[in-house]
């Protein structure tokens, strides 16, 4: 199947970073949300973001238009009705996405693929709730997606080998790396991450070092290119708290209970890039200024 047009259900800023990504290779993009009033603030989002990319020599001004001309923003289901794909990415609950996905099957041609954006939920339960669950997969795109080549392609109970091989072919055709993932709470990137951001908050309440002397130890001393705390940032850390959290209840493992620490930080609206501040500061432009403690003990 040649993808020329994707819907993106949900505007909230991993929506926007997809719908970026994907129109910045030449597809068409139908970003849709429920108001007016989400899709004008996910539009001067957009400019943000791209402007961001654009003091920073990444793209044009040329580029920059190109991008946003490519998508489309609406509050009308119908108008989804000509995409390929259709990728939700709105807020990590099973019952929305699964109410969502059956909502969409009756305005979509019968071979459009339906994918979801989760990082934690059951493919599988999300897909019981459609006619047609072989058409459902996962494609969890790392944040930030203009940064991470990584897409996880994955697989539920139902999924055919053809809604598998479209997919794989589209993260190919938007220049992405896709591996194949088989349904389990977290997949690979987030069951792995998380449990280090985790960790790595409590040495930080404990006082048995700084934010930044962390995220430098795993950089130069394990070769990451980013430390916990900035991929913390990155994601949001009410993002990590609720998938944190998700995984916690999936499992019952102790490892993915959020620590104290994380909790405080999000009550306190300190939830990372986006924001400003989360384990660091960050200037209009989202570049690091410092970081915002160096721990409970300190």
């Known amino acids: 199947m040649n993808i020329q047009q994707v819907g993106i259900i949900?505007?909230?800023?991993?929506?926007?970073?997809?719908?970026?990504?994907?129109?910045?290779?030449?597809?068409?993009?139908?970003?849709?949300?429920?108001?007016?009033?989400?899709l004008t603030q996910a539009k001067h989002s957009l400019e943000r973001l791209l402007d961001q990319r654009l003091n920073k020599w990444g793209i044009t001004e040329a580029e920059k238009k190109a991008i946003l001309s490519r998508i489309k923003c609406t509050t009308e289901l119908a108008e989804l009705g000509g995409c390929q794909l259709l990728i939700e990415c709105?807020?990590?609950?099973?019952?929305?996405?699964?109410?969502?996905?059956?909502?969409?099957?009756?305005?979509?041609?019968?071979?459009?693929?339906?994918?979801?954006?989760?990082?934690?939920?059951?493919?599988?339960?999300?897909?019981?709730?459609?006619?047609?669950?072989?058409?459902?997969?996962?494609?969890?795109?790392?944040?930030?997606?203009?940064h991470h080549e990584l897409v996880e392609v994955v697989r539920?109970?139902?999924?055919?080998?053809?809604?598998?091989?479209?997919?794989?072919?589209?993260?190919?055709?938007?220049?992405?790396?896709?591996?194949?993932?088989?349904?389990?709470?977290?997949?690979?990137?987030?069951?792995?991450?998380?449990?280090?951001?985790?960790?790595?908050?409590?040495?930080?309440?404990?006082?048995?070092?700084?934010?930044?002397?962390?995220?430098?130890?795993?950089?130069?001393?394990?070769?990451?290119?980013?430390?916990?705390?900035?991929i913390a940032d990155q994601y949001g850390l009410d993002s990590v708290v609720e998938m944190?959290?998700?995984?916690?209840?999936?499992?019952?493992?102790?490892?993915y209970r959020p620590t104290a620490y994380l909790r405080k930080l999000v009550r306190a609206g300190h939830v990372g890039q986006n924001v400003r501040r989360g384990f660091y500061r960050y200037d209009e432009l989202g570049n690091r200024i410092e970081a915002s403690e160096r721990g409970a003990s300190r």
């Open 10 to 38: 949900g505007a909230g800023s991993r929506g926007q970073e997809v719908a970026e990504a994907i129109a910045g290779v030449g597809i068409e993009v139908i970003l849709l949300d429920r108001t007016e009033v989400a």
């Open 156 to 230: 539920g109970l139902q999924t055919s080998d053809r809604t598998f091989q479209v997919a794989a072919h589209f993260v190919h055709t938007i220049g992405k790396t896709a591996i194949e993932v088989y349904e389990s709470p977290g997949y690979v990137t987030t069951r792995l991450m998380l449990p280090l951001i985790n960790e790595a908050s409590s040495l930080l309440a404990e006082g048995v070092a700084g934010i930044a002397d962390i995220d430098t130890a795993m950089k130069v001393g394990c070769g990451f290119t980013y430390g916990p705390f900035e």
């Open 244 to 255: 944190l959290q998700s995984l916690y209840e999936e499992t019952s493992d102790p490892r």
């Open 90 to 146: 709105v807020t990590e609950r099973i019952d929305v996405k699964s109410e969502l996905m059956a909502s969409i099957e009756h305005v979509v041609e019968a071979n459009t693929i339906l994918a979801s954006n989760t990082s934690t939920l059951s493919l599988t339960e999300i897909a019981a709730k459609t006619k047609h669950p072989e058409r459902m997969i996962g494609l969890h795109f790392l944040h930030p997606p203009q």
